[in-house]
């Protein structure tokens, strides 16, 4: 796939294209202002922060650059980044049916028993997206994606091949949806949760019908994990911005105001002051939900209803590095060889991709037992892989451990006891394992805060939960914001087409949608 960024762009000459000013350099920000800028229009671009990319951002600290923000590419068919990707040689793996799962007593299972109950899982999922698809206009608005995950667990026991233990492992493993909303999956709502989607076959066209669905989605999409970091694809967003527009960093906006008529002037606490014709604002939705005060007037109380009722998550990440990945070979205790190209009979390496289901092993740290999930760097293309460990921490378990070690340093021996004990009864689960080894004990952690993170909204993505009413509506009044009233337009994860929310796609999707809409208000075309 080749990424294409041609763009078609149609003038009626009605004199001097505008100044427009985004709020935000993430990858929403930097779309929209890529377009605008190459389309003629004056585009200022304030960033609080003193980088760009948003929830973009990497970690050199154990060497080899690691991801400490997005990570993940969601579905490939007409994804834009896997075009960003193929153009930037940015090295990605699929990660699809994960089959190493570690049960709740710390034993793996089988890897055809944990594909087995792993894709079942994703196929009642399905099930509770069409059903959410078809009825959910007739859904509660308290109605749960788990309850329906419960009944039709149960209808299934009695033909479940081992039915004393089936409803307890599916119930345990379908909470790795948790890590897709930021939250626990007993909050996901199922009247919306068709908007939650997956990105497989494209963009959905909303435009003009805030009711359309489309026929069908499909839930379980290819997922790719970017190996060598979303640095390269980042530079390659930005270098229309770079080139053509104005770019302010540090620059955090603090009133956006309609004092004027067709004029819209910002504020910033470094002293900035501008007016602008158009103003953009893709910041985080948890940032919108903490300062609606930064607009003056006030924001319509459709749009600030929008912002109140949809959730956001918060998911982090704790890396580990060690010595050697001694989890890698032979791997013993999973119960599966494969047959090398020579034909020999042999131990499979360890997968990318692995979750440790509901511990009932690490009571002193983990009495609510949280699960996790993680990813093994060992497992990477090289030059990338390394001998690093990555969990995702979310929702209360998240909160917890960042608590735990926020604002200390990252080199005192508490920093490092601290997460030892917490991480340790799960890596000390890989194989091979040998607590008197020095290969096993790690020599450096990372532990990422977004949500502590200020300019991040204190959290990671938007998600549904229930009781946040109809969220298609919410989305949609997001999308349309306040542009013919008073030039004021969103962009962002939580103004994408259905199937992008939460995602860099979303993003950048909605990026391209605002831009377009912006230039259309001056006779501009722009076809992409």
């Not at 960033?47 to 050199?60: L, V, W, Y």
């Not at 069409?130 to 007739?138: P, V």
């Not at 340790?424 to 194989?431: D, I, W």
Request: glycine share 8%; with cysteine; charged share 25%.
């Amino acid at each position: 796939m080749e990424f294409k960024d041609k763009l078609d762009i149609l003038s009626s000459g009605q004199g001097p294209l505008k100044e427009i000013c985004v709020i935000g350099a993430g990858v929403s920000g930097l779309r929209a202002a890529g377009l605008l800028v190459t389309a003629g229009f004056e585009v200022t671009i304030l960033e609080a922060r003193d980088r760009i990319g948003g929830r973009i951002q990497q970690s050199t600290q154990f060497g080899l650059p690691v991801d400490i923000g997005a990570s993940w590419i969601h579905g490939t068919r007409d994804n834009p980044f896997v075009a960003l990707a193929e153009e930037t040689r940015t090295k990605t793996m699929a990660c699809n049916a994960v089959y190493s799962i570690c049960n709740s007593n710390g034993v793996w299972l089988s890897r055809d028993v944990a594909r087995q109950h792993y894709e079942e899982v994703w196929e009642i999922l399905e099930m509770a997206m069409e059903k959410s698809r078809k009825e959910s206009a007739l859904l509660s608005d308290s109605s749960k994606m788990m309850d329906f995950f419960r009944q039709e667990v149960k209808r299934r026991r009695p033909k479940a091949k081992q039915p004393e233990t089936y409803e307890c492992l599916m119930t345990q493993i379908v909470e790795m949806w948790g890590a897709f909303m930021g939250d626990e999956c007993e909050h996901q709502s199922l009247k919306n949760l068709w908007l939650d989607g997956g990105l497989e076959g494209g963009k959905f066209d909303f435009t003009g019908c805030s009711s359309a669905k489309p026929q069908s989605i499909n839930f379980r999409s290819d997922n790719l994990f970017v190996a060598s970091t979303f640095k390269d694809i980042l530079n390659r967003l930005s270098f229309p911005v770079i080139n053509k527009a104005t770019l302010r960093l540090g620059c955090e906006v603090t009133r956006i105001s309609n004092s004027r008529i067709d004029v819209v002037d910002i504020e910033a606490a470094d002293g900035f002051r501008g007016s602008f014709d158009n103003v953009i604002v893709t910041v985080p939705l948890g940032w919108l939900k903490r300062n609606e005060d930064v607009f003056l007037p006030p924001l319509a109380p459709r749009i600030s209803s929008a912002i109140r009722s949809l959730g956001y998550g918060n998911l982090d990440r704790v890396f580990i590095k060690f010595p050697r990945a001694f989890w890698n070979s032979p791997v013993s205790g999973m119960n599966d060889d494969h047959e090398d190209e020579s034909g020999r009979t042999q131990s499979p390496p360890f997968p990318i991709e692995s979750l440790f289901l509901h511990p009932e092993y690490a009571a002193d740290t983990n009495m609510a037992k949280w699960r996790t999930e993680i990813i093994s760097f060992s497992g990477l293309v090289k030059p990338f892989l390394q001998p690093v460990i990555m969990f995702f921490i979310y929702g209360q378990w998240g909160r917890h451990i960042t608590g735990l070690v926020r604002g200390m340093k990252l080199d005192t021996d508490e920093y490092y006891r601290i997460l030892d004990d917490n991480f340790r009864p799960y890596y000390s689960k890989l194989p091979n394992y040998d607590h008197t080894s020095p290969e096993c004990k790690p020599l450096d952690f990372i532990s990422t805060d977004w949500q502590n993170d200020k300019f991040a909204g204190y959290g990671s993505y938007t998600n549904l939960p229930t009781g946040s009413g109809d969220c298609a509506e919410h989305f949609e009044v997001l999308r349309e914001g306040m542009g013919v009233d008073r030039s004021i337009w969103f962009g962002g994860e939580h103004t994408s087409p259905p199937g992008g929310l939460g995602t860099v796609t979303g993003a950048y999707w909605s990026g391209e949608e605002v831009a377009k809409k912006v230039a259309c208000r001056y006779g501009v075309i722009i076809e992409v």
